[in-house]
């Protein structure tokens, strides 16, 4: 897409916003453009005259968007665009060989694009390498999609795997450390959940309709309910304040909260190996576990693992 600020070049961004942005107003245009509202409705002009059917609707929901049956120019991207979304492939940590889909996919992109940026495209992902995340979980495309499509029109759906069935408002999606879950109310519990998606096999949408909470923060709310409603509970006493402690604990970990000069860190885990050896290893502040006795066992056997690597005055 030119970069310029010539007439044509605004047009096409103009284009490009409309797109993305259905129901975008003249001053959210200018903003976007970076001119005049007049100039904004200019270049919305410019587009009508291309024959581009750009319709307007006034009001306080009202605003620019395109006409049914636009016929959109292919995709173009600047050379900052198309090597970012190589580099986004490469983060994800998934196959890019012509063999897979999303290899084949992105194979597609890169022979679409002009020479000059194409060639730096394909440099790109022929000699950069991925060490492959092995905690991630590619859902099936399509569950992910129909989830989605739920989310967006606020569709209660009856979500299936393996060992369940649920009817649940499904509220976000949110992709963690290479991991897709669903967050979402359960009916049938009266309760938040959440769910892998990469273990649902069916999903299914009934007729009835979902309002999300207000204000709702997807990565938060799942954060927090990771780390609550599992089978082993934890409490633990950090001899410190709040502050000091706060930057080490991830939300999973449980609720961390002031107790005078020190703080106290609540909640439940269905693995306490884990909980001992990669969350609490990792914090550099004395603590006492106080609950539960999974815990307490699992912090033992850490201490006593590293005890026994430093006994008789070994190599550290």
């Known amino acids: 897409m030119p970069n310029g600020s010539s007439p044509t070049a605004r047009a096409l961004r103009t284009l490009e916003i409309l797109q993305a942005r259905p129901g975008t107003t003249a001053g959210q245009l200018a903003t976007l453009l970076g001119v005049t509202e007049r100039a904004a409705r200019r270049y919305v002009g410019i587009l009508r005259e291309a024959g581009v059917p750009v319709e307007s609707t006034r009001g306080p929901y ?8 636009t016929r959109l120019p292919p995709v173009v991207f600047t050379e900052e665009q198309a090597l970012s979304l ?8 998934a196959t890019i060989d012509s063999e897979d889909v ?3 996919a992105l194979s597609k992109v890169i022979r679409a694009l002009p020479e000059g940026i194409g060639r730096q495209a394909a440099a790109l992902r022929a000699y950069a390498s991925t060490a492959p995340d092995p905690r991630a979980a590619r859902p099936d495309p399509a569950i992910a999609s129909a989830l989605v499509g739920a989310i967006a029109e606020r569709c209660r759906v009856v979500v299936t795997s393996r060992t369940f069935e649920a009817e649940v408002d499904p509220w976000a999606v949110v992709v963690r450390y290479g991991r897709w879950y669903l967050l979402c109310h359960s009916h049938a519990a009266d309760a938040i959940r ?3 998606v990469d273990r649902l096999h069916a999903v299914r949408r009934t007729a009835h309709r979902f309002t999300p909470p207000p204000d709702l923060d997807p990565v938060a709310a799942l954060e927090e309910n990771l780390g609550s409603g599992w089978k082993y ?3 633990v006493v950090f001899h410190a304040p709040l502050e000091q402690v706060a930057p080490f604990i991830r939300p999973p970990m ?8 020190r703080c106290v860190l609540t909640g439940s885990t269905r693995n306490p190996a884990m909980y001992a050896q990669e969350w609490l290893a990792t914090v550099p502040l004395d603590f006492t576990v106080e609950e ?3 815990l307490h066992a699992a912090v033992a056997e850490v201490a006593a693992r590293f005890s026994a690597a430093i006994r008789g005055g070994g190599r550290y």
Do not use: C, F, H, I
């Open 86 to 93: 190589v580099m986004a492939v490469l983060d994800g940590g």
């Open 102 to 104: 999303v290899g084949s």
């Open 233 to 235: 509970p934890t409490r």
């Open 292 to 294: 539960g006795p999974e």
């Open 194 to 196: 959440t769910y892998r």
């Open 254 to 261: 449980g609720r961390l909260e002031a107790d005078g000069d």
């Open 62 to 69: 009202g605003g620019y968007r395109l006409g049914r049956g």
